[in-house]
């Protein structure tokens, strides 16, 4: 299973867990909390009345003087009142007194007078100078049908004149409490569905940073250039150092032991030379016979030099993750600073360069080296060209990219060669000379087109010739 859905998955379940245990102790008292604040009203309102019976009942008119008028009036009321979406409809209270006997002389509920009242828990407590509460069901078989009283001392001049209760009954309660359930579960729900959320969020960065290491180590050991992931946190951008460090241990030293056996391969043909000239020179010669070895001596030196300097040239490209100087460039105009610069080549084979494309067809680059891949492509161009010919420089736009083309009117290349042409030290006969290259100026080429997130080709054109192609973002 992927490590990012393990995560999430622990992620996800811890928080569930506790989620699930606080909502669960949560909902278990929320009854219990209705209940008692519930009970903690009829406190305060069986004292209420305590006090404003106290004169009746001590004058012994309870039962039709204010205080039962009052009572009834305020139990037939509708309050039509909306307590937090819950309407309330009518005055749920049943009050009764009893005398300081626990004898009943008024019940709201229609109770007989003269009933005693005494082993009632809630009335016999008060009597003796508790707190006097009682649940009881109305039906012993439903316990919707509980309701709750509490009763309160009636003193007159601290004598105790009687008991007053207040009782309610707890499923006028009970539209609270569900929808103080409700409202538990709809937040657990959104609790939920938030952790999800960062949950999932937390992943998917996880997961994108673990993709961006992993297409990074396999982009090194594809061999190809990638960018350092360094966002996603200290961990793993100290992860991702690592790797780069670890790649560039690993590629220098296969690096240096490659271009060591390539550069070894390809001096060994102009040291052979050199040392068969050299060894001529020591015996007795014409002097155009010398002058010639000499010259090849010297022809071999410099390809040595140029053979050196341009795989330092591709070493160092190489190595580069991204255009040391990236500013904008406008093609067609770098196109025509490179012909200026190969005018005197140009003109001793006669050659004629049309350049045409768009001008304002630019991208963002590093333009000693795009001038230096572009050169490479002219004077491959101005080699394989028969003097007095023409080179074409083109310069378009295609979608998203911009393309610049060199195409000369020689041989073209033999179809077995295309696929390494860009190949390091693959090189092919110069028509004129039958001479060969460093092989390395189109890898040159390449490597300088996909620093800057581009490409290059090669292809033999249909009506002859060879056309080399930079593709570049636009």
């Known amino acids: 299973m992927n490590i990012a859905i393990r995560l999430f998955l622990g992620f996800f379940l811890v928080v569930g867990v506790a989620a699930w245990f606080v909502l669960n102790i949560f909902s278990k008292e ?16 069986a004292h209420l009345l305590a006090e404003l019976a106290a004169p009746e009942l001590a004058a012994g008119r309870i039962a039709d003087g204010n205080f039962a008028r009052a009572v009834a009036a305020a139990i037939g009321r509708t309050p039509n009142a909306s307590i937090w979406g819950v309407s309330k409809e009518s005055v749920d209270l049943r009050v009764y007194l009893t005398d300081a006997r626990g004898i009943l002389v008024f019940d709201s509920a229609g109770g007989a007078p003269g009933a005693d009242y005494s082993q009632w828990i809630d009335v016999a407590r008060v009597l003796r100078g508790e707190y006097g509460a009682r649940s009881t069901r109305d039906d012993p078989q439903q316990p919707s049908t509980s309701v709750m009283y509490v009763a309160a001392p009636v003193r007159v001049a601290d004598r105790l004149v009687g008991v007053v209760s207040v009782g309610r009954p707890t499923l006028s309660l009970q539209p609270y409490t569900v929808r103080a359930a409700q409202r538990v579960r709809e937040g657990g729900f959104w609790l939920l569905a938030l952790s999800a959320a960062i949950g999932t969020l937390f992943t998917l960065w996880l997961t994108w940073s673990l993709n961006r290491l992993r297409d990074y180590a396999r982009s090194v050991a594809a061999g190809q250039r990638a960018v350092l992931p360094v966002q996603g946190g200290r961990q793993l951008s100290e992860l991702a150092h690592a790797l780069a460090e670890m790649r560039a241990k690993l590629d220098g030293k ?133 003097d007095g010919g023409e080179i074409e420089i083109a310069v378009r736009s295609a979608g998203a990219t911009q393309v610049v083309e060199v195409r000369d009117h020689g041989p073209g290349a033999p179809d077995y060669a295309l696929p390494k042409v860009f190949e390091r030290f693959y090189s092919l006969a110069r028509p004129a000379t039958g001479r060969k290259s460093t092989g390395l100026g189109l890898a040159f080429v390449r490597e300088v087109a996909r620093l800057h997130g581009g490409d290059a080709s090669f292809e033999n054109a249909p009506s002859g010739g060879a056309i080399a192609r930079i593709v570049l973002p636009r």
Not at 358 to 371: K, Y
């Open 254 to 386: 296969q690096y240096v032991e490659t271009y060591v056996q390539n550069l070894a391969h390809e001096l060994k043909s102009p040291l052979s030379a050199i040392r068969g000239a050299a060894e001529v020179l020591h015996d007795e010669l014409p002097a155009a016979e010398r002058e010639r070895f000499v010259s090849h001596i010297d022809e071999q030196t410099q390809r040595m030099q140029l053979i050196i300097d341009r795989l330092l040239a591709l070493a160092r490209i190489e190595q580069l993750q991204r255009p040391e100087d990236s500013r904008p460039l406008a093609l067609l105009e770098l196109a025509r600073e490179t012909v200026a610069g190969r005018q005197p080549e140009l003109e001793a084979h006669g050659l004629r360069v049309t350049i045409t494309g768009e001008p304002a067809a630019e991208t963002r680059g590093d333009p000693f080296l795009l001038r230096q891949a572009l050169a490479n492509l002219l004077d491959n161009a101005i080699a394989f060209s028969p």
């Open 30 to 45: 929320v009854q219990p909390g209705v209940r008692q604040a519930a009970e903690d009203v009829l406190v305060d309102t």
